[in-house]
């Protein structure tokens, strides 16, 4: 490698792409097509980072396995940070595999842990952490350890554990001032900016107030009956009852919880889990069969019971009772949320991290684009959709998550 090469490689490893792209900007030899691909990352130009790495792997050819695939792991990376979800992972596990079998025991890390990130960007929590569990930080890079602990961080958040979050983040910020990077010093910064945020909003005897993220951790660990209208289940002293299939079931829980202690009119709980505005005999025998599953569904913690006017919950514990809500009250909020991120993300990938179909989230994305929320970038395949971040609050209770009892 001439000394050119090296001094790029210098700037991009100490987060200057400019200085790297001075050096190697008019050249085409494979060492300085990675270079000009990592730099072109780093400045946020995706498309062509993604084709200039990909045509550096090419020109190193068989010959060159460690060469070829560090550029596949660098292309990796540029499409995850991308959004393109889709990226095919048997790939990347070759080139780490690769990177294994020579003694590139750094780059092979680097591998796995994109790996992490992306069953993190798509809500596979458990996958994610038993990946981790397999990775050793202490024998990494600076840069390396703050990717690891931002890992852990992500994780921690989506769990609602926070004290673990911000021990991580707090791990990963040293990491990323030895590390010298301030991009990367960046990254940790906006992360912590999470638990500082906004994240809910608690309901609770006709009152509303905002929770932050180790709030609602502290309202899990309470006595309370806890209508919870960010995952749609009802939490009660660690027992958890997924309502996320049976809407009608939740609309009806909801609209009690919010009421309680007192009771709610049989034409309001019509009208709001029928959307009928006027309630007929029908409508009345239906609410009673409802609320007849939902009285099973609920026979554990809370009863449902019959009042001269409509119907009341009752803990079964003598408990609080309250709802917890979204911050935004919006029925795109978990494609909202994903884009909130400030990434650029294909229907494609959100579909993947919802679990939804990718027709569904294209006519989300329509609705959104329509009423303005989102904006597209490019054609075709290459058409991304992105968002700025939504203003004063945290959006780590929209994002979909594996419920505690799957």
Request: net charge positive.
């Amino acid at each position: 490698m001439d000394s050119l090469v090296t001094a790029a490689a210098r700037a991009l490893a100490a987060g200057d792409p400019l200085g790297a792209l001075n050096r190697v900007a008019l050249r085409d030899d494979a060492p300085s097509l990675a270079l000009r691909g990592i730099a072109m990352a780093q400045l946020g130009e995706f498309v062509r980072a993604k084709a200039l790495v990909r045509s550096a792997a090419r020109a190193f050819g068989p010959r060159e396995p460690v060469a070829r695939a560090r550029c596949i792991v660098a292309e990796a990376e540029v499409a995850f940070v991308s959004r393109d979800l889709s990226w095919p992972m048997k790939t990347l596990d070759a080139a780490r595999a690769t990177l294994e079998a020579h003694g590139d025991r750094v780059n092979a890390a680097h591998a796995r842990y994109l790996a992490v990130r992306r069953l993190l960007l798509i809500g596979r929590l458990d996958e994610a952490e038993r990946a981790l569990a397999e990775l050793d930080p202490a024998p990494l890079p600076p840069a390396l350890s703050a990717a690891h602990e931002l890992v852990v961080a992500g994780v921690a958040l989506r769990r609602l554990q926070t004290q673990a979050a911000r021990a991580a983040l707090a791990r990963a910020g040293l990491a990323a001032q030895r590390a010298g990077i301030p991009a990367l010093t960046a990254e940790v910064h906006n992360a912590s900016l999470v638990l500082t945020t906004p994240a809910a909003r608690l309901i609770a005897r006709d009152e509303a107030r905002t929770l932050l993220l180790d709030e609602v951790e502290t309202l899990f660990a309470s006595k309370a009956l806890i209508v919870d209208a960010c995952r749609h289940v009802v939490r009660d002293a660690g027992t958890v009852i997924p309502l996320t299939t049976r809407p009608v079931l939740f609309v009806l829980a909801r609209a009690l919880a919010e009421a309680w202690p007192n009771d709610v009119p049989r034409d309001t709980l019509i009208a709001r889990a029928f959307r009928a505005k006027h309630a007929d005999e029908s409508h009345r025998v239906r609410l009673r069969v409802e609320l007849g599953r939902l009285r099973s569904v609920l026979r554990n913690v809370a009863g449902v019971s019959a009042t001269q006017r409509g119907f009341a919950l009752t803990p079964r514990h003598g408990q609080e009772v309250v709802v917890l809500a979204r911050p935004v009250e919006d029925k795109h909020a978990p494609v909202l949320a994903l884009l909130a991120d400030g990434e650029s993300w294909s229907s494609s990938a959100l579909a993947l991290a919802l679990g939804a179909s990718q027709r569904t989230v294209q006519r989300t994305l329509d609705t959104l684009a329509d009423a303005g929320k989102v904006q597209s970038l490019g054609r075709g395949r290459a058409r991304r959709w992105m968002t700025p971040p939504m203003p004063g609050f945290t959006t780590t209770l929209l994002l979909p998550a594996p419920l505690p009892i799957d």
